[in-house]
């Protein structure tokens, strides 16, 4: 199985800043990787998908990059509402992995 | 809009038996691929299975392959996780989600697996 490796585990930053997540991939999954959004206590929404395509309907501060075997979430501009925990996941091959997540908190 | 209805959750003791259902409205169902995704409480996602636009492919995570099967009906536009051998670890939040690259998620169904 194809295993994902986020780093950092959990981040705080001031609004504004510029935020990056990694995401390390175990194997070579070219560029099938998705990156989600989970509020508390809310269902996750996806973000990305195919390492940089934006989802209709979702910011444009969010954006997406990597190939292969690493691949970055970048928040240009983090504001309050992106306080969440922040997931990738692999659409390469089965099973899917999930990283193990990220949770960005605002200072 | 997609809208995905999960239902049959509940208490459970070790070992034994649970359906969950998912009931999709406002696409095509049989035109799509569609997974379970599970999360345990206060843990991350964890992907469960897949089933292809037939039915006729399934995939399943290694912790659950063996005892979890996962169906389709195209002309109820449901879906089915049949779980046997239930496990404390297998508490969770199940999700129906749209796609094999996890498009949409439904509001999930809790669970718990406790004596």
């Known amino acids: 199985d194809i295993q994902l490796t986020q780093s950092p585990s959990a981040m705080s930053a001031s609004v504004g800043d510029r935020v990056t997540i990694t995401c390390r991939a175990s194997?070579?999954?070219?560029?099938?990787l998705g990156w989600f959004q989970q509020k508390p206590g809310k269902v996750p929404e996806r973000l990305i998908y195919?390492?940089?395509t934006l989802q209709i309907g979702v910011s444009s501060r969010f954006s997406g990059s990597g190939s292969g075997t690493e691949f970055t979430l970048t928040i240009s501009s983090l504001q309050p509402e992106d306080s969440a925990t922040y997931y990738c996941?692999?659409?390469?091959?089965?099973?899917?992995?999930f990283g193990q997540g990220t949770k960005v908190e605002i200072k | 809009e997609v809208h995905l209805v999960e239902s049959g959750g509940g208490l459970v003791p070790p070992g034994g038996s649970l359906r969950v259902s998912c009931a999709a409205f406002g696409f095509s169902f049989s035109s799509y691929e569609m997974t379970w995704v599970r999360q345990a409480p206060g843990k991350g996602l964890e992907w469960v299975s897949y089933?292809?636009?037939?039915?006729?492919?399934?995939?399943?995570g290694d912790s659950v392959r063996g005892r979890f099967t996962m169906s389709r009906d195209n002309a109820r536009n449901a879906l089915y996780l049949h779980m046997r051998s239930l496990r404390v670890e297998d508490t969770a939040v199940y999700y129906c989600v749209k796609g094999s690259w996890i498009d949409d998620f439904g509001q999930g169904t809790l669970v718990t697996v406790s004596s």
């Open positions: 996941l692999q659409h390469f091959t089965y099973p899917r992995t």
């Open positions: 194997h070579d999954i070219n560029i099938f």
């Open positions: 089933i292809s636009e037939s039915g006729q492919t399934t995939h399943y």
């Open positions: 195919a390492a940089t």
